[in-house]
């Protein structure tokens, strides 16, 4: 036997890792990255103040001039704070490591976000999945129904969803809150809320059981990796004692002062794209044999529909036109034929679109 065949728990070694595909010479559109830069002169300031911080000293755990900027400029609530991760990703590990009790599970629609599953798993955590409607909608009796059996001690409603890219119904969500009760947290992640045109942020306070879940990654800062969520203090603080001291890093924290300082310029770039998605729906409404699903998030979910022609074989001749997409086919069964998009700049949509158009009909 092995040293990792002795000590590795048998359910991660028989996990693979989380892929990510090498996108060197592609059209990169697979990882709703938005595509737009800083301008010269915000890239010098900043490199000014990189160059001139601490790096031979920690962060200072509290982040309290970020934590204050970000509750000033992201719209949480009066009275409410924010616990900040190394991405959401963390902070969705840091809410299931705090919460695993034994025989505690996690609840999801799926198709979903792999990490809720991932998380739960890696805590110990049981997760049950509950299949969205043929429509993607929230399946909400199934959903109670869940909740009633399983009482699970974190339920995910991703707003607007991952890789499906609509908003559920918010009174479906209200029923599963109340349903949930003390008994439980639901975490509504807003990972999209930039290009969603609603959020629940401003709802929170009537919720004691929700936690609000966002990050800046989708903003323009993937790089940076900052994730932040709100809830009621009582919970943010069992949270933060979950938390690793200094997860956020000294070039993370100023890089993000800053652009909060900058707001304007990613607001702008948001809208760009919430444009641009506007003009790729309605190319992709206008191609025979696409599907294209609403979206409320920088992607676009579509379905291949031409007889003969599987989402993967698309996906493939994508891939000899050196775009880069997300095949999300064999993620789940409502997913069958199905790839997603990130909404980029015009040339890269027109660069997209263009392989698509050939793809089809090759
Ligand atoms: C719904 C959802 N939540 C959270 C995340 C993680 O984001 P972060 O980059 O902050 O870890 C993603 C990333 O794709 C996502 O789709």
């Known amino acids: 036997m092995s040293v990792a065949k002795n000590i590795i728990?048998?359910?991660v070694?028989?996990?693979s890792a989380y892929h990510v595909p090498d996108a060197t010479g592609f059209v990169k559109l697979d990882a709703?990255?938005?595509p737009y830069t800083l301008s010269p002169e915000l890239q010098q300031q900043l490199g000014a103040k990189l160059g001139a911080l601490a790096l031979n000293r920690y962060p200072v755990p509290s982040y309290a001039a970020l934590k204050a900027a970000i509750r000033d400029k992201m719209g949480v609530p009066s009275g409410f704070d924010v616990v900040l991760g190394n991405g959401s990703d963390e902070l969705i590990s840091i809410v299931s490591v705090a919460?695993?009790?034994a025989g505690a599970k996690v609840l999801a629609p799926l198709p979903g976000f792999v990490m809720y599953a991932m998380s739960a798993q890696f805590a110990g955590l049981e997760f049950v999945g509950v299949p969205l409607k043929a429509d993607l909608s929230l399946d909400l009796d199934a959903m109670l129904a869940a909740?009633?059996?399983h009482r699970p001690a974190i339920t995910y409603l991703?707003?607007?969803?991952n890789p499906t890219g609509n908003l559920y119904d918010i009174d479906a969500m209200l029923a599963i809150i109340r349903e949930v009760g003390d008994t439980g947290v639901v975490v509504v992640d807003e990972a999209y809320q930039p290009f969603a045109g609603d959020s629940f942020m401003p709802r929170l306070p009537q919720h004691a059981n929700v936690v609000v879940m966002r990050t800046v990654?989708?903003?323009g800062l993937a790089g940076i990796r900052l994730g932040y969520m709100s809830a009621s203090a009582e919970l943010l603080a069992e949270f933060d004692k979950v938390r690793p001291p200094y997860n956020v890093n000294v070039l993370t924290e100023a890089t993000a002062e800053f652009l909060l300082e900058h707001a304007d310029v990613l607001d702008e770039q948001a809208e760009a794209i919430c444009a641009e998605r506007a003009k790729l729906a309605a190319a992709l409404a206008a191609l025979p044999g696409v599907q294209a699903f609403p979206s409320a998030a920088n992607f676009i979910l579509l379905r291949i529909q031409q007889a003969g022609l599987s989402g993967t074989q698309v996906f493939e001749r994508l891939l000899q036109r050196k775009v880069?997409?997300?095949?999300?086919?064999?993620m789940h069964p409502l997913l069958e034929n199905c790839l997603r998009v990130t909404v980029s700049t015009p040339e890269e949509n027109a660069a997209f679109l263009a392989a698509l158009q050939s793809s089809l009909n090759t």
């Open 9 to 11: 728990r048998a359910d």
């Open 13 to 15: 070694r028989a996990l």
């Open 32 to 34: 709703m990255e938005n």
């Open 99 to 101: 919460c695993a009790k």
């Open 147 to 149: 909740v009633r059996e």
């Open 158 to 161: 991703a707003y607007p969803n």
């Open 217 to 219: 990654s989708k903003l």
């Open 324 to 330: 880069l997409v997300k095949n999300v086919g064999k």
